[in-house]
């Protein structure tokens, strides 16, 4: 498969993002790995190996549609994409009020922080947050829905869905490796709050440090009453 990029575009972070979000299809052969280079003039040649060439179609339009995204949240240009369009700061201003209303943060403080804050989209079936990994920043999911997922040597078993107003990455606040993976039921956009943020907020203001404290009490309840009722997947998931 052939894209394009601005020519502008570093070609090494290209390779990287194409690499990235090939690898995530479920549509490649056992044990092969996409490869892709530069071809001059902006344009960059993907090689999927496929375990069915049945699966063309649908692989080729996954991956368009996976790369557009994620071309967006590493501030690449591709097509000659005008990568400036994206979320404005009304935007994040919008979404981080209603959060600060949660959080009692002021006014002032909504405006100082949201220069620091981001929106992200993922397409549908998206990795938002991969199981393992130590979360740099927490997401307020401000639509959409979120499935968070258990690995399990089969695949994922499916625990909670999340939706407008529910929170991703709360293990940023503690620097631990999340167990689950979390994957986009829809399109989802979030707002990006970095970890040094979380940081000064918390350190700010300790009824709110608090407040953080009991959202992850609550989602780590929550994530073991539904392994609780898995039942007999459970056993093998706690085992």
């Known amino acids: 498969m052939t894209t394009s990029f601005n020519n502008d575009d ?14 995530g299809l479920i549509f490649l052969a ?5 490869s892709s280079r530069p071809t001059g003039g902006g344009k960059y040649e993907t090689s999927l190996p496929l375990a069915t060439y049945a699966d063309a179609e649908c692989a080729e339009a996954r991956f368009l549609t996976r790369l557009w995204y994620a071309s ?7 097509d000659g994409a005008d990568i400036s369009k994206g979320a404005s700061t009304a935007d994040i201003v919008r979404v981080f ?21 981001s929106l992200e989209r993922h397409a549908e079936v998206e990795v938002i947050e991969p199981a393992g990994s130590v979360p740099r920043a927490m997401r307020y999911i401000s639509s959409g829905q979120v499935s968070l997922r258990q690995p399990v040597a089969t695949g994922n078993v499916a625990l909670l869905t999340l939706n407008d107003g529910d ?9 631990t490796a999340q167990e689950q993976v979390s994957i ?15 940081d000064e907020l918390a350190h700010a203001d300790h009824q709110l440090a608090r407040e953080f404290g009991r959202q992850l009490d609550r989602r780590r309840t ?3 009453d539904a392994l609780a009722e898995l039942a007999p997947t459970a056993a093998l998931i706690l085992g």
Do not use: K
Not at 10 to 23: F, H, K, R, T
Not at 30 to 34: A, N, Q
Not at 72 to 78: D, P
């Open 30 to 34: 056992d044990g092969e790995h996409s």
């Open 222 to 224: 929550a994530i073991d």
């Open 167 to 175: 929170y991703l990455g709360q293990a940023a606040l503690t620097r």
């Open 10 to 23: 570093p070609p090494l972070a290209i390779i990287s993002l194409l690499d990235d979000v090939a690898g």
């Open 97 to 117: 009020s209603r959060l600060a209303r949660i959080l009692g943060l002021s006014a002032d403080r909504v405006s100082e922080l949201s220069a620091r804050l």
């Open 184 to 198: 986009a039921l829809t399109e989802v956009e979030t707002l990006v709050i970095p970890r040094e943020v979380l």
């Open 72 to 78: 967006r949240r590493r501030q690449l240009a591709m």
